[in-house]
């Protein structure tokens, strides 16, 4: 039993040493390659053409919803202020007006929240899509057999990361991409 121990043992550890051993040989051909897809979502040209535009439309909804806003406070102190010197009918009725536009300022925010946000993931959908292209075509011209993500690595060295590669041909592809709202 011992020696089946051993035995098991040994050929256990042969499996293990061999495959480095093997790639010990040629240091120029890999079959393995990885690639930091969250800094080609953050850094390529296209990622940043996102983001800013994410931003405008951003701040251009926000200014749009704060004039909105103001005139909605200016419409309660407006009421407030006249609230003696309505009738209560007149005053109900106001009131109900005023509240109908809260409700609509608070739907058309939401809305333009929830578009943008749409807008947002399609776009990164298309780079992420580009990004698998690329790294795909890498794939097939290099021979890689797996080609996986930085973050389901622990420690990784630079003869095999392609990421570089990878955001040079993204960047010379696509440069940007729309981020359409409508």
Not at 100 to 118: G, I, M, P, V, W
Not at 130 to 158: C, H, P
């Amino acid at each position: 039993m011992n020696a089946f121990k051993t035995l098991w043992l040994c050929a256990l550890c042969l499996l293990v040493i061999l495959p480095f051993g093997v790639h010990a040989q040629d240091k120029t051909k890999h079959d393995i390659a990885v690639v930091d897809v969250v800094v080609l979502l953050r850094d390529s040209k296209a990622a940043k053409s996102i983001e800013e535009q994410i931003q405008s439309q951003r701040k251009s909804f926000k200014n749009e919803i704060s004039a909105q806003e103001k005139e909605l406070r200016k419409l309660e102190e407006d009421l407030v202020t006249n609230k003696d010197k309505l009738s209560s009918d007149e005053f109900i009725e106001k009131r109900k007006t005023f509240e109908k536009k809260l409700r609509e300022l608070q739907t058309n925010a939401q809305k333009k929240r929830f578009s943008l946000d749409k807008a947002a993931s399609s776009a990164v959908g298309q780079l992420q899509a580009e990004i698998t292209k690329i790294v795909g075509q890498m794939a097939k011209d290099n021979d890689y057999k797996l080609v996986i993500t930085r973050d389901q690595v622990v420690v990784v060295t630079s003869d095999i990361d392609i990421t570089e590669d990878v955001m040079t041909a993204l960047n010379k592809k696509l440069s940007k991409i729309k981020v359409d709202t409508k």
